[in-house]
């Protein structure tokens, strides 16, 4: 399985735009690439996924490299409650594994 | 609403237990897994299954084995519950097929205590 890597940590301020990025140097052409966060105590929920083009939902657009080596998860406006573990992860177009890294933690300042 | 719901929010065993973990979705979703999730570690996928009485090992599969009945119902299993077993354990359910339609549904979670 492909690999992803991200920064261990992130930090941000309330009300501002946050870029989380994802390197997936190892992609390939059948992989989609999701987004899930797992706010404290709660377990993991889908954020958002895609394929080649950029995705828009409402809760956040996923960015994606023309080389599809990378990706970036970005927040509009964080809020406190966007406080969470976010993880991107690769799964294939009909793969039924569904494979985490260690994810981002990323921390919202007030 | 969509449901992923597993038995227990807290559960305290003593080693050597047969320790039985619930999980129980109400989406008609084909695939079903069970992770653990340890301070450090992470997501870690023990076992999953695509469908009834079918299933695959993951990552860390030592010392568990599944039963898949029904559909709906997936179960995790720790034959004689050991110490290093103690962890939060995470149940999902999705679609079958091709991952544009196959978002993935998590339990709250079972914090399992061994003794």
């Known amino acids: 399985d492909a690999k992803t890597t991200q920064p261990n940590s992130m930090e941000s301020n309330e009300e501002e735009p946050v870029h989380l990025p994802c390197n997936h140097s190892?992609?390939?052409?059948?992989?989609?690439i999701h987004w899930y966060r797992q706010l404290p105590s709660q377990g993991p929920e889908y954020v958002i996924h895609g394929l080649t083009s950029n995705v828009n939902n409402r809760m956040a657009s996923l960015a994606i490299a023309e080389d599809r080596k990378s990706s970036t998860l970005i927040l509009h406006r964080a809020t406190l409650r966007d406080a969470a573990v976010y993880y991107c992860?690769?799964?294939?177009?009909?793969?039924?594994?569904?494979?985490f890294g260690a994810g981002t933690i990323l921390r919202v300042k007030s | 609403d969509v449901k992923v719901t597993q038995s227990s929010r807290y559960l305290v065993k003593r080693t050597g237990e047969k320790v039985f973990l619930e999980c129980v979705q109400d989406?008609?979703?084909?695939?079903m897994f069970w992770y653990r999730q340890d301070p450090g570690l992470g997501l870690r996928l023990i076992y999953f299954?695509?469908?009834?009485?079918?299933?695959e090992k993951g990552d860390i599969p030592e010392g568990y084995s599944v039963s898949r009945e029904k559909k709906e119902r997936f179960s995790l299993i720790l034959e004689s519950a050991s110490t290093n077993q103690t962890s939060m354990y995470l149940c999902a359910s999705s679609l079958f097929g091709r991952t544009s339609n196959t978002e993935a549904f998590f339990g709250q979670g079972t914090r399992l205590t061994v003794v």
């Open positions: 299954s695509y469908d009834v009485k079918m299933k």
């Open positions: 989406m008609d979703h084909e695939n």
């Open positions: 992860i690769l799964r294939r177009e009909y793969g039924n594994k569904l494979v």
């Open positions: 190892t992609i390939s052409g059948t992989d989609y």
